[in-house]
């Protein structure tokens, strides 16, 4: 157990509103992810970040922007919410130094829906 | 851009028996690692078994273990003594650099 939360756990919305996603880690990694879940496409990398303040694109990230002001929490945010977007979106951290090849562990996943 | 194959969309295993999930991937780089993880119907990953590039002895963890071709650009997972728990899907990912790339899974079904 990697101590990680994520919340909403389910959501529903409608086109073009805003939303913003939380993960929180209670074991002050330095490595987060947020992934999304798509059948027939496994999982994609749409941000992460690797510290503070410190972030980085990753396959499928237009429509998406995140934050970490704090070791604990990485958000992430949808602008303008499309239908395109409901998925399910993954956390993750990774706990070595150096996260270029460690293994990651996931939070319980969001369920969204945009309508 | 590296890509991830998993040929086999769906399997199935008498109770007791063994299993072989097969995955494939591309790539120039030299230096990554592989992972299997497990996805049950709870929807939470987890981590099956890791496999650095650079170690030519395969990974094992219990009752699982991978057959890691280099050269072949192919890594199996081969299940053995499948238990009802072991049902779920299973997904094969290369990582490199904090990017983990995932194939698309693969529908494991136990039969008792």
């Known amino acids: 157990d990697a101590g990680i939360t994520q919340s909403p756990r389910h959501k529903v919305t409608e086109t073009g509103t805003p939303v913003t996603l939380r993960c929180h880690q209670t074991e002050n990694h330095r490595y987060m992810y947020w992934y999304r879940q798509d059948p027939g496409h496994g999982l994609r990398l749409i941000h992460y970040?690797?510290?503070?303040?410190?972030?980085d694109k990753g396959e499928v990230s237009d429509g998406y922007s995140v934050s970490r002001s704090k070791t604990e929490d990485f958000l992430l945010t949808l602008e303008s919410a499309t239908s395109s977007q409901t998925s399910v979106y993954f956390c993750a951290i990774s706990k070595g130094l150096a996260g270029d090849y460690d293994e990651q562990y996931f939070g319980p996943g969001t369920r969204l829906t945009v309508t | 851009a590296q890509t991830v194959t998993q040929s086999q969309p769906e399997m199935s295993v008498q109770e007791a028996e063994t299993v072989t999930l097969s995955c494939t991937y591309d790539t120039s780089e030299s230096d990554y690692y592989l992972f299997w993880y497990k996805q049950p119907p709870s929807r939470q990953m987890i981590l099956v078994i890791r496999?650095?590039?650079?170690?030519?002895q395969n990974a094992t963890e219990n009752r699982f273990s991978v057959n890691f071709q280099k050269a072949a650009k192919s890594f199996s997972l081969k299940i053995s003594d499948s238990q009802l728990g072991d049902a779920a899907m299973y997904f094969c990912?290369?990582?490199?650099?904090?990017?983990?790339?995932f194939g698309t899974g693969t529908r494991l079904t136990v039969i008792p």
């Open positions: 990912a290369y990582c490199r650099r904090n990017n983990l790339f």
């Open positions: 970040s690797y510290g503070v303040k410190d972030t």
């Open positions: 496999q650095e590039a650079y170690k030519q």
